[in-house]
């Protein structure tokens, strides 16, 4: 079983996560909203309160992916004053 579950959840703002959330499970945001959270009851509650949609590791991972790419393009696409003030977004690779 994995230590992780994987899913997409739309961020609401303050008080999508709480501290007592951090404190009950391992929880973190990624492009694309794209959540990695403990697998425990605690965290697949959470998911579920969130009206999270579980996703595969493979499946999250091609979601950032996508996310982070079009980002890259948009920065490319800046001419290089632009891109002084902007680092370019890097790859990511889910836990």
Do not use: C, H
Request: charged share 20%; glycine share 6%.
């Amino acid at each position: 079983m994995s230590s992780y579950i994987y899913g997409t959840a739309t961020n609401t703002g303050k008080g999508f996560f709480t501290a007592q959330d951090r404190s009950d499970f391992y929880i973190s945001g990624y492009p694309a909203n794209v959540w990695v959270i403990e697998n425990n009851k605690k965290g697949a509650v959470w998911l579920a309160s969130k009206n999270g949609i579980t996703k595969t590791k493979t499946e999250a991972q091609a979601i950032v992916n996508a996310e982070v790419t079009a980002k890259q393009t948009a920065w490319d696409a800046l001419d290089d004053d632009e891109k002084l003030a902007l680092s370019r977004p890097e790859n990511i690779t889910l836990p």
